[in-house]
């Protein structure tokens, strides 16, 4: 490893005054996930102009098994950022790299998992969702493309932005993410609309499909490229089943996983309730729910940002600079929660149009 890169990213934990620090971290993960809210904002959009409520409807009810993928994600993608964070606050540079091949090959696992267990059980899966007789047909298209066969990439895209964020690499982990994110957003109308390929719901999920492959294409070259000047590795040599890293990946993967079930839960159940109502009403809730996400993705943003800066400084026993730190971050979220809360009371109406 270069000393001068080791020096680079000792500079940002334990040097960068921490305003500085924390925007550094958080900016190009705040402004990725801005781009995510255009993002599943665009195959509610595109889906949308077909005046369909039935395609529309098929994209609603698939969300909750979409939103999903991010107990994967945040299981093996946020813990084993902390741990990667916490181990280069200790100056343990293998276990860094031990720490980011468990992550992404247990992830890799479970989306495959994932994968086969929805194909299997396509069947009950559809109607625990709550697609009836008229939906199914365009929510199990867009799942197809989106689980079956897209489970594995759209996993490990989020996964490795995690594994690379945490050395403080904020700026490549957004632009792998984000790549992915305006492809998307660029192949909708041509696989969804009728002067393209006409897909409707199905082709929105192929887009997506094919976005997620892109970015993950984006990281395996990035982290061939930078071999030499990076502790993160997906070499399967580095790969091997340790009771001290499982432990402290899962101490804070597993809280966050548990988390990101819940909501699901809740969506699940809030769909199947709403899909009473027919059709319509499914694909107006799906426009409110894009809606609510855009304020949590900006706040899932900036903690995601900020995680491996609190991780380095708790490990490396730099509590003052951990306070500060904290304290920065809720003044700028407090702040942006209340500016989102006012706007969307004051242009309600506009938003929902």
Same mark, same amino acid.
């Given at each position: 490893m270069a000393q001068s890169s080791e020096q680079q990213k000792i500079q940002l934990f334990e040097q960068t005054p921490v305003p500085k620090a924390v925007m550094t971290l958080a900016v190009p993960t705040i402004l990725s996930s801005l781009v995510m809210v255009l993002y599943n904002l665009a195959d509610t959009y595109f889906v949308g102009m077909l005046n369909d409520p039935i395609q529309n409807a098929g994209v609603t009810l698939a969300a909750p098994l979409l939103l999903a993928f991010n107990a994967v994600n945040n299981l093996f993608g946020v813990g084993s950022s902390s741990m990667m964070s916490r181990a280069l606050g200790r100056k343990d540079y293998e276990m860094v790299r031990r720490g980011s091949a468990f992550g992404f090959y247990c992830a890799l696992a479970f989306s495959i998992a994932f994968s086969i267990g929805y194909t299997v059980f396509s069947g009950p899966m559809l109607t625990l969702l709550g697609a009836t007789e008229e939906t199914t047909a365009a929510t199990a298209g867009y799942l197809f493309w989106t689980v079956s066969l897209?489970?594995?990439? =759209?996993?490990?895209?989020?996964? *490795?932005?995690?594994?690379?964020? +945490?050395?403080? =690499?904020?700026?490549?982990? +957004?632009?792998?993410? @984000? +790549?992915?994110?305006?492809?998307? *957003?660029?192949?909708?109308?041509?696989?969804?609309?009728?002067?393209?390929?006409? @897909?409707?719901?199905?082709?929105?999920?192929?887009?997506? !499909?094919? +976005?997620?492959?892109? =970015?993950?294409?984006? !990281?395996?070259?990035?982290? !061939?490229?930078?071999?030499?000047?990076?502790?993160?590795?997906?070499?399967?040599?580095? !790969?091997?089943f340790d009771r001290q890293i499982a432990l402290e990946v899962f101490r804070v993967g597993i809280p966050a996983s548990i988390q990101n079930l819940l909501n699901v839960t809740g969506m699940t159940i809030l769909n199947n309730f709403t899909a009473s109502y027919g059709s319509d009403a499914v694909a107006a809730m799906g426009i409110a729910q894009k809606l609510n996400q855009i304020p949590m993705q900006i706040a899932l943003g900036m903690s995601q940002g900020v995680m491996p800066l609190y991780s380095y400084t708790y490990a490396s026993q730099n509590y003052t600079r951990m306070r500060k730190s904290v304290l920065f971050t809720i003044r700028i979220s407090l702040s942006f929660a209340l500016a989102v809360s006012v706007g969307y009371f004051i242009f309600s109406e506009q938003l929902v149009r």
């Amino acid at each position: 490893m270069a000393q001068s890169s080791e020096q680079q990213k000792i500079q940002l934990f334990e040097q960068t005054p921490v305003p500085k620090a924390v925007m550094t971290l958080a900016v190009p993960t705040i402004l990725s996930s801005l781009v995510m809210v255009l993002y599943n904002l665009a195959d509610t959009y595109f889906v949308g102009m077909l005046n369909d409520p039935i395609q529309n409807a098929g994209v609603t009810l698939a969300a909750p098994l979409l939103l999903a993928f991010n107990a994967v994600n945040n299981l093996f993608g946020v813990g084993s950022s902390s741990m990667m964070s916490r181990a280069l606050g200790r100056k343990d540079y293998e276990m860094v790299r031990r720490g980011s091949a468990f992550g992404f090959y247990c992830a890799l696992a479970f989306s495959i998992a994932f994968s086969i267990g929805y194909t299997v059980f396509s069947g009950p899966m559809l109607t625990l969702l709550g697609a009836t007789e008229e939906t199914t047909a365009a929510t199990a298209g867009y799942l197809f493309w989106t689980v079956s066969l897209g489970a594995a990439p =759209a996993i490990l895209n989020v996964v *490795m932005a995690y594994l690379v964020r +945490s050395e403080g =690499a904020a700026l490549h982990a +957004s632009i792998g993410t @984000m +790549s992915g994110c305006i492809l998307n *957003m660029v192949l909708d109308p041509f696989f969804v609309l009728p002067w393209g390929l006409n @897909m409707g719901a199905a082709g929105a999920g192929l887009a997506t !499909f094919i +976005s997620n492959c892109v =970015a993950c294409l984006y !990281f395996f070259v990035l982290l !061939f490229v930078k071999r030499g000047n990076t502790f993160v590795s997906v070499n399967p040599r580095k !790969f091997r089943f340790d009771r001290q890293i499982a432990l402290e990946v899962f101490r804070v993967g597993i809280p966050a996983s548990i988390q990101n079930l819940l909501n699901v839960t809740g969506m699940t159940i809030l769909n199947n309730f709403t899909a009473s109502y027919g059709s319509d009403a499914v694909a107006a809730m799906g426009i409110a729910q894009k809606l609510n996400q855009i304020p949590m993705q900006i706040a899932l943003g900036m903690s995601q940002g900020v995680m491996p800066l609190y991780s380095y400084t708790y490990a490396s026993q730099n509590y003052t600079r951990m306070r500060k730190s904290v304290l920065f971050t809720i003044r700028i979220s407090l702040s942006f929660a209340l500016a989102v809360s006012v706007g969307y009371f004051i242009f309600s109406e506009q938003l929902v149009r």
